[in-house]
């Protein structure tokens, strides 16, 4: 007696992975959008072009600037810049015998009280200007 071969009767079943939990579509992050801000007016003197630099309100971290009392050498200033006219104090970047300093006017009434900084070089003190202007300096 021949037995014939005996296939393997596998079941060939094709079970595909049914996708589940498919994730749910995101809802589109809605956009923040900013109400259209009513831009606060800025006071008429900063538009005016009659105004000059006005120095930023001071820094909480500033330099402190050594104000000495004016020593009114002779020799010949030249203001390079100064801040607006409408403050009671004025700044004054001066150049004088190739060296830079700032003035600072108090202006109380009719008197005038003036300092001035140390003349240093140039570019040292154009930028402490700068931070005065800025309000890191004083
Ligand atoms: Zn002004």
Redesign the pocket.
């Given at each position: 007696m021949i037995t014939g071969g005996a296939r393997p009767s596998g079941e060939q079943g094709r079970s595909r992975p049914v996708p589940r939990g498919a994730s749910a579509p995101r809802s589109a992050s809605a956009k923040v959008r900013g109400s259209a801000k009513t831009r606060a007016r800025r006071p008429a003197?900063a538009e005016s072009p009659y105004?000059?630099i006005?120095v930023a309100p001071l820094q909480p971290e500033h330099v402190k600037i050594r104000w000495l009392k004016d020593t009114r050498r002779c020799d010949h200033v030249r203001v390079r810049r100064h801040t607006?006219?409408?403050?009671s104090t004025i700044y004054e970047l001066c150049h004088a015998g190739g060296l830079m300093f700032i003035r600072r006017t108090i202006r109380e009434g009719d008197a005038q009280i003036a300092h001035e900084t140390e003349r240093l070089i140039t570019a040292r003190m154009e930028d402490l200007w700068m931070r005065l202007i800025l309000g890191q300096a004083r």
């Open positions: 003197e105004h000059g006005h607006c006219d409408c403050k």
